[in-house]
């Protein structure tokens, strides 16, 4: 089975630019998780999606945004983006199943200049 | 807020030394615990989980972790390192409060096992 994939696996963007990440699950996951890393701040989690929605938010502003598709794809949207938004963007999906663990894909490093 | 305190940010050990990683989370309720690791140049991966039942899990590797409630901790064990353990571990927390996925990861510990 494959694993979550990530593209693109790297990025470099200018300050004010805006970007999408997209991030496919493993076949019969439902639910998509973002996660920043970055050295000074760890991971910190961004959102997830499940069925379409929202169902929980990180601690990050408005800039930053997410949908789901039907065929359970996410992407991950910053807008106006700024110096500290460089980091590596991770994508992680599980099942709908007590253990909620969550497999991760390589991630996109973004880097904002 | 749930948060989680890894004790030790560096560890270099010699290979076949024993390791234990702490890790402790504060939050009251009903949580899942997870131990992720990072090998150089590669992603994530699960080690091992704890979501219920026998509080001693086993994981890949000979890697095992032990929940202790009254403790609020998950210390990551394995009897004898070898240098390919060499990599960065992180403990994770999953509060399940509305349920779903919100995983609070501790800091991270950079382990480095020499030869």
């Known amino acids: 089975k494959a694993g979550v994939t990530q593209t693109p696996r790297y990025l470099i963007k200018t300050r004010g630019q805006q970007v999408t990440l997209s991030c496919s699950p493993i076949?019969?996951?439902?639910?998509v998780s973002w996660y920043q890393q970055t050295p000074g701040q760890g991971l910190q989690f961004l959102f997830e999606?499940?069925?379409?929605?929202?169902?929980n938010k990180g601690n990050f502003p408005g800039r930053f945004s997410g949908r789901q598709f039907s065929n359970s794809r996410s992407e991950m949207n910053v807008s106006t983006l700024e110096l500290g938004d460089s980091a590596l963007y991770l994508c992680?999906?599980?099942?709908?199943?007590?253990?909620?663990?969550?497999?991760f894909g390589p991630g996109t490093r973004l880097t904002v200049t | 807020a749930q948060s989680v305190s890894q004790h030790n940010h560096h560890v270099i050990l010699s290979e076949a030394a024993s390791l234990e990683l702490g890790c402790n989370y504060s939050?009251?309720?009903?949580?899942?615990l997870f131990w992720y690791v990072q090998y150089p140049g590669q992603h994530l991966q699960l080690l091992l989980k704890?979501?219920?039942?026998?509080?001693l899990v086993k994981g890949i590797k000979g890697f095992e972790a032990e929940f202790i409630k009254s403790k609020f901790s998950f210390n990551l064990r394995k009897p004898s390192v070898q240098w390919s353990d060499t990599a960065e571990y992180f403990c994770a927390v999953n509060a399940l409060t509305g349920g779903g996925n919100k995983l609070t990861f501790g800091t991270g510990t950079q382990l480095k096992v020499e030869l």
């Open positions: 999606y499940f069925s379409e929605t929202q169902r």
């Open positions: 704890y979501f219920s039942g026998d509080p």
């Open positions: 076949s019969g996951h439902r639910s």
């Open positions: 939050y009251g309720g009903t949580v899942n």
């Open positions: 992680a999906s599980s099942l709908e199943t007590r253990a909620y663990e969550q497999y």
